[in-house]
Nanobody, 120 residues
Framework: QVQLVESAGGLVQAGGSLRLSCTAS?????MGWFRQAPGKERELVAV????????YYAGSVKGRFTISRDNAKDTVYLQMNSLKPEDTAVYYC????????????????WGQGTQVTVSS
């Protein structure tokens, strides 16, 4: 099972930016970012296909967040711009054995989660 290590999140003011990274211990296929806010279910944020040519975003982040990957470094990134207080959540990196999927159940490997807090 591949291991995933996420970078630290942080506290940022509304309108600000933050970049998360996640490094895998081995080869991965689809990689994604999910998030879980207090009292809410975990939800998809963005996913990227194995070669990076396909991406999918939740409607709430489309146009503000960008997912990308560097396979030479086994790393996936989430650039978050124009952050809003409602983006506050624990963000999780996940890896799939499928070349491109957005279904949470297709992601068996998960990082430990990193807190992102957006102040108003």
């Amino acid at each position: 099972q591949v291991q995933l290590v996420e970078s630290a999140g942080g506290l940022v003011q509304a309108g600000g930016s933050l970049r998360l990274s996640c490094t895998a211990s081995g080869r991965t296929y689809s990689m994604g970012w999910f998030r879980q806010a207090p009292g809410k279910e975990r939800e998809l944020v963005a996913v990227v296909s194995w070669r990076g040519e396909n991406t999918y975003y939740a409607g709430s982040v489309k146009g503000r967040f960008t997912i990308s990957r560097d396979n030479a470094k086994d790393t996936v990134y989430l650039q978050m711009n124009s952050l809003k207080p409602e983006d506050t959540a624990v963000y999780y990196c996940a890896a799939s054995h499928i070349t491109f999927t957005s279904r949470m159940s297709d992601f068996p490997a998960w990082g430990q989660g990193t807190q992102v807090t957006v102040s108003s």
